[in-house]
């Protein structure tokens, strides 16, 4: 018998992965206009500029990154999934 629970979450996984798979470009463009916005708001204020850059790190590493997608992309089903009672 089969676990129907898990069969929802991989098969969103999957959609996920897809998803994000075609918007690698817009990520990797909006990840260096998030690292040059946060290079130009280190000057006014480090503690707003550091948290810009962790944004911009995380878009480029998923614009760039096969492993990074994969493993958004689980997360992102485990929780879309967690709540759930089948």
Not at 18 to 39: M, N, P, T
Not at 61 to 72: D, E, K, R
Request: zero cysteines.
């Amino acid at each position: 018998m089969y676990n129907r629970k898990r069969l929802d979450r991989e098969r969103l996984e999957i959609y996920l992965a897809h998803l994000l798979f075609r918007s690698r470009r817009l990520f990797l463009f909006g990840g260096v206009l998030l690292l040059v916005y946060a290079a130009l708001t280190m000057f006014a204020s480090p503690v707003a500029g550091s948290s810009v850059a962790l944004f911009a790190a995380l878009a480029l590493a998923l614009g760039s990154s096969h492993q990074a997608v994969l493993t958004a992309a689980r997360i992102g089903a485990w929780i879309a999934t967690l709540g759930r009672k089948s």
